[in-house]
Nanobody, 117 residues
Framework: QVQLVESGGGLVQAGGSLRLSCTAS????????MGWYRQAPGTGRELVASISRSGAYIHYVDFVKGRFTISRDNAKNTVYLQMNSLKPEDTAIYYC??????????WGQGTQVTVSS
């Protein structure tokens, strides 16, 4: 089992920044591929960014490229999502996701991000 706890969401004006954190427990953190997803009201959950176990490989979806940065600190069992130049359309619940090397998938409880215009 992997437990994921997110933090860092909140209300911010358009153009502002937030940093989300997700701390994992229950498995060796460096064995987990980590990702951030989001879900806006009335829509499905969508990938935002992912990072490989070592941090060497990173993927962003087009709508966040140049604005968001995913990173991880394996010593702190934590993955981050730095979000800059936020837009109202970034408003969503953001979820942390973990994929162990041996299979399976785990989700955090989500953290609300609201961007006002």
């Amino acid at each position: 089992q992997v437990q994921l706890v997110e933090s860092g969401g909140g209300l911010v004006q358009a153009g502002g920044s937030l940093r989300l954190s997700c701390t994992a427990s229950g498995r060796t953190f460096s064995s987990l591929t980590m990702g951030w997803y989001r879900q806006a009201p009335g829509t499905g959950r969508e990938l935002v960014a992912s990072i490989s176990r070592s941090g060497a490989y990173i993927h962003y979806v087009d709508f966040v490229k140049g604005r968001f940065t995913i990173s991880r600190d394996n010593a702190k069992n934590t993955v981050y999502l730095q979000m800059n130049s936020l837009k109202p359309e970034d408003t969503a619940i953001y979820y942390c996701n973990a994929n162990p090397a041996g299979g399976g998938e785990y989700w955090g409880q989500g953290t609300q991000v609201t961007v006002s215009s």
